[in-house]
C-alpha cells in the first residue's frame, strides 16, 4: 500500500477484490439473471445507499478509512486488480458553458453558467480497461457513478459524471419541470428556465409560484432586476453572432422600446422582437441548409443545434422543453370563435393580440426567448 499526494489521499493497493456489478434479480445456480454493471444515481434515490457502501467499503476498510471525513472519492480498479484511491481534493475539472467572457483566475458563480456539459480528472490516468468508481458531492448532495464493466467509455463516463453534476448544482430547474401542475401553470404564464434566469431569478420564480404569498409583489421584483445595465449586458453578448449582428438594427430598436417602458414601450417592444424570433430561426435554418421550411421543421431543427451544442437533451439548454414551449407559447396559434387569443407570434402577427397582453412580463420574456435561442446557435 502507498500513500502519496500532495492534494487530498492517493492509495495505491496491489490487490483488490473484482466487482463485478450487482445482481437485478434473485436466480438459482445456473440461472441467466441481468446483472447492473454501470449506473449514474444522486443520493435522493434510494439505490444509492444500496449501491455505495458495497462500493466503497472494502478499499477504505482496506486503508483505514474514516467515512464520515470523505466528501468524495474516486476509486479505479486496473485490469491486473492493483487499484487506486483517491480521497477528497484530487483535482476535478468540469467543462463549462459561460453566459459571458471569463478572465482565467477570476471566480465562477452559478450565475455565470450557462451548463455543464463534461466532468473529468486532469492528471489522474484512466485508461479503457479500467473499473471506476466516483463519489462527489454537491451542496448537501452526492452524486455516485460507477462502470465496472469490461471496456470503459471515458468519454461517455466524462458526459455522464457532468450530467449527474449539473442535475445537483440546479436541481431546482428540473424539479419544476418534473412537477406537471406548476410547470404548466409558469408555461401558461409564459416563464421557462431561461438560461439568463437560471442561476439567479429562476429560483425565485418558481418559490414565487409555490408559495403565491405576495405572488405580484415578488414577480414584479424579479422583472424590476432587469435595468438597463443587465439589458445591454445580454445584447451585447448578441453582436457576437452574424446572425443577430445582422438585425442589430431592428432588436435594439425592440430592445430601446422596452427600456422606456411605459404601456406604449412595451407594445412596441413585443411588436418588434416577437416577428424577430421567427425571422432568426428561418433564418439560421435557411443558412444550415440552404432550404425553407415551415414552422414545425424549423423549430425541430432549433431543438437539435441545441442537442448538439450541449450534447445532451437534459441539459440547462432543456432543448426539447424549450421546444415544447416554443410551440405551446411563442407559436401558438389563436382561435377567434372560442375566444383563445393569447399572446404570441401569431398573435401579434395577425394583430388580433389583447391589448391587456402586452405587459412588461411578455416583453422581457420576448428578450429572454431571443437570448435562449443565441445560446443554441
Known amino acids: 500500500m502507498d500513500i502519496t499526494g500532495k492534494r487530498g489521499i492517493h492509495f495505491h493497493l496491489d490487490a483488490v477484490q473484482d466487482i463485478g456489478g450487482f445482481a437485478l434479480e434473485s436466480g438459482k445456480q445456473g440461472d441467466s439473471i441481468p446483472v447492473l454493471t454501470r449506473a449514474t444515481i444522486n443520493s435522493d434515490e434510494p439505490e444509492f445507499y444500496k449501491y455505495i457502501e458495497p462500493l466503497s467499503n472494502p478499499l477504505f476498510n482496506k486503508v483505514g478509512v474514516f467515512r464520515n471525513a470523505v466528501y468524495q472519492f ?10 487506486d484511491l483517491y480521497i477528497n481534493d484530487f483535482p476535478v475539472a468540469i467543462e463549462i458553458i459561460f453566459k459571458r467572457d471569463m478572465k482565467m483566475g477570476e471566480a465562477v458563480t452559478q450565475g455565470d453558467i450557462a451548463d455543464i456539459r463534461r466532468l473529468r480528472f486532469p492528471n489522474i490516468e484512466i485508461v479503457k480497461t479500467d473499473k471506476v468508481i466516483c463519489c462527489f458531492k454537491v451542496g448537501w448532495k452526492f452524486g455516485l457513478f460507477f462502470d465496472l464493466g ?5 468519454d461517455a463516463m466524462e ?15 428540473y424539479e419544476v419541470l418534473e412537477n406537471k401542475t406548476q410547470s404548466e401553470e409558469m408555461i401558461k404564464d409564459g ?7 437560471v442561476g439567479g431569478e429562476y429560483k425565485s420564480l418558481s418559490e414565487a409560484y409555490q408559495n403565491k404569498f405576495h405572488f405580484e409583489e415578488r414577480i414584479d421584483k424579479i422583472v424590476g432586476s432587469f435595468d438597463k445595465t443587465r439589458i445591454e449586458k445580454i445584447t ?6 452574424q446572425i443577430f449582428e445582422d438585425k442589430r438594427g431592428i432588436l435594439q430598436a425592440g430592445i430601446n422600446a422596452f427600456l422606456r417602458g411605459g404601456n406604449e414601450g412595451y407594445i412596441n417592444c413585443i411588436n418588434t422582437l416577437l416577428p424577430q424570433v421567427d425571422g432568426i430561426i428561418r433564418l439560421q435554418y435557411l443558412s444550415d441548409t440552404g432550404k425553407s421550411v415551415g414552422v414545425k421543421k424549423l423549430l425541430q431543427h432549433l431543438r437539435e443545434k441545441g442537442r448538439i451544442k450541449s450534447g445532451s437533451d437534459s441539459s440547462l439548454l432543456l432543448p426539447s422543453p424549450f421546444l415544447k414551449y416554443l410551440g405551446d407559447v411563442v407559436f401558438a396559434h389563436f382561435n377567434l370563435e372560442t375566444g383563445q ?5 401569431s398573435s401579434v402577427g395577425h394583430g388580433v393580440a389583447k391589448a391587456e397582453a402586452y405587459t412588461k412580463i411578455a416583453a422581457l420574456q420576448a428578450i429572454l426567448v431571443l437570448d435562449q435561442i443565441y445560446f443554441y446557435i
Not at 474516486?74 to 487499484?83: C, V
Not at 451585447?236 to 453572432?241: D, F, G, I, Y
Not at 387569443?341 to 407570434?345: H, Q, Y
Open 236 to 241: 451585447n453578448r448578441w453582436w457576437k453572432k
Open 341 to 345: 387569443v393569447d399572446l404570441s407570434r
Open 191 to 197: 416563464w421557462f428556465p431561461f438560461i439568463e434566469i
Open 150 to 154: 469490461r471496456e470503459l467509455d471515458i
Open 159 to 173: 458526459l455522464d459524471l457532468g450530467t449527474a453534476y449539473r442535475y445537483l448544482s440546479f436541481q431546482y430547474v
Open 74 to 83: 474516486l476509486i479505479l480498479i486496473h485490469k491486473d486488480l492493483s487499484a
